[in-house]
């Protein structure tokens, strides 16, 4: 009660600068959720194991905040419907994502995930019936133009493991949509219990024939950190919706292109192309008026 109170009574700039913050750190932890799993696939790790590990360590952390102050009600959903298709879009985008960092560079991976918000206004319109004007549905196009860019499907640089990008794209866009759909109806405990421990159970019988087990320390604790990357940035990112409005914590994301190429490069010797540069420079640009549009 104390601490609502405080809350209630802190200055909107503080709490929204807060917010901000929180955001900023998420985009952090979502960026180390790609390098490890990438990092882990290169070294031998089948894919189905890593996106086990991410979702089964965020799990562990789900169970550890939000069981002892409720119990098994934390599970109970007033949208069961809504959360299994939610929490199933979600693992559909990681275990795209997750194989086709394999095959592309963390750079590119991470800038077509930046079209989201875009696909996500289209979408909204027929899912969540919102009216999108004529400014924003060229913006849309605008954005996917710049999607091809850093695909390059005309090109010999174009990778078949793209199309498995672009799934992962389509999949985290109707995830965020259906996070829409329910929000106000669930509360951060059941849709964060919902999204990792729904995971852990339709991957854990499926990795046991492929499950390889670290030979160095290192690669263990690289397969215990990736689900303790996820569980941390997804509940940072919820706690951040509480201190700033959306339209203002969106834009943050892009951040995470700068986290991706530091990453790219300092761990895996690898620069972004120009091509991704120009490509992701145009999403944003895209993103960046869309989100405008929305706050006006």
Known sequence: ?????????????????????????????????????????????????????????????????????GGLAQFRSARPVLQFLRSSFLLGSTF???????????????????????????????????RVGIRRLVAVLVGFSGVLVVVQPWGAAFHPAMILSLGALSCASLYFVLTRMIAGAESTATSQLWSSGLSTLVIAPMVLPVWQWPTTLLEGVMLCAIGLFGGVGHILATVAHRFADASLLAPVVYIQILFASLASILVFATWPTPWTLLGGAIIVAAGGYIWNRERR
């Not at 405080?6 to 390098?35: H, K, N, Q, Y």
């Open 1 to 69: 009660m104390g601490q609502r109170l405080m809350e209630a009574v802190r200055p909107r700039e503080e709490r929204t600068g807060f917010g901000l913050v929180l955001m900023g750190c998420a985009v952090g932890f979502f960026t180390c959720i790609d390098t490890s799993a990438k990092w882990l696939i290169l070294a031998g790790f089948p894919a189905l194991q890593v996106v086990f590990a991410r979702y089964a360590g965020h799990l562990l952390l789900s169970l550890a905040l939000y069981m002892p102050g």
């Open 96 to 130: 795209l994502n997750f194989t086709a960092l394999n095959y592309l560079p963390l750079t590119v991976t991470t800038t077509v995930m930046f079209a989201g918000p875009i696909a996500v206004t289209l979408l909204s319109i027929p899912m969540l019936g919102e």
